[in-house]
């Protein structure tokens, strides 16, 4: 087989490769466009459930808790799939110097000793990992303190107590009329902060997974211009073999005419 040839060959594989990664770019594209819609209608909802909770706190004290020295677990938010850089590897470098008493680690390619949940390819599998997610913290985080730690919207590493719920409130003078419950205000706060992580959970999941999709379409936009450029490379260099061996043809036939 002729040089040409060969690269020909070569050409028409990595033409073939550059086609699967175009598709797998085109998708992490619309997937991105469909996390952000998501995020804004889970942005709203998380908006109404917090304003209602800080209206709670300015007229009821926070129930108190059960434990005085409670456990401190971590929620570690990582990647299911690939193409993506470093975006595990920089989750588990930001809690390497972190002393949590158990991990919680979604996405099965972060490979952590405890807790390993299968994480979210696209949004719509998103309810289902939380609805695990959730089972898994009630079994393991009861009365402990809780703390998420994801990648955020600017690519950062950003980290959110979760448990025990709206941190950084802080008891206002009264002004009107305090909240009208139905229930006793203990187990209205409960339920509240039940409402609170399923809708915060849902928010930065969207978040951490559109920005594992941007990650993955930077990636593979570098990967396709990269193919692109050693198709150009291999063409021209089988368009220089080819003329070559056009040469020694000729030659060939011009010997072979003389000897004749």
């Known amino acids: 087989m002729s040089l040409s040839h060969e690269l020909q060959l070569h050409i028409t594989q990595m033409q073939e490769i550059r086609s699967i990664l175009n598709a797998m770019k085109n998708l992490a594209f619309m997937e991105i466009h469909k996390l952000q819609r998501f995020k804004t209608m889970q942005g709203q909802a998380l908006a109404t459930i917090e304003n209602a909770a800080l209206d709670f706190l300015d007229f009821y004290p926070r129930p108190k808790r059960c434990h005085e020295q409670p456990a401190h677990l971590c929620i570690l938010l990582g990647a299911e799939r690939g193409f993506c850089g470093d975006f595990n590897e920089s989750l588990l470098k930001a ?8 991990i919680i680690a979604v996405g099965s390619r972060l490979r952590l000793e405890g807790t390993n949940l299968e994480g979210a390819n696209i949004a719509e599998e998103v309810p289902t990992i ?14 402990a303190d809780l703390t998420l730690v994801y ?4 690519h950062q590493i950003s980290q959110l107590q979760l448990l025990p719920p709206f941190p950084l409130h802080q008891q206002t003078p009264h002004k ?16 509240l ?20 999709n941007q990650r993955r379409l930077q ?9 692109d450029d050693e198709t150009v490379n291999l063409q021209r260099k089988s368009q220089i073999y080819r003329q070559e061996e056009i040469t020694e043809e000729i030659e060939v036939i011009l010997l072979n005419a003389e000897n004749l």
């Open 176 to 191: 009107g009329n305090p909240p009208l419950l139905n229930l006793a205000p203990e187990d209205f706060f409960a339920n």
């Open 219 to 227: 990636h593979l936009e570098g990967a396709v211009k990269h193919l």
């Open 193 to 212: 902060v039940e409402h609170y992580l399923f809708a915060v959970l849902h928010e930065i999941f969207y978040i951490s997974l559109m920005a594992e």
């Open 151 to 154: 990648h955020d919207s600017t």
């Open 95 to 102: 809690i390497a110097s972190q002393t949590y008493t158990g």
């Open 130 to 143: 939380i609805n695990r997610l959730l089972d898994t913290i009630g079994a393991l985080a009861d009365g």
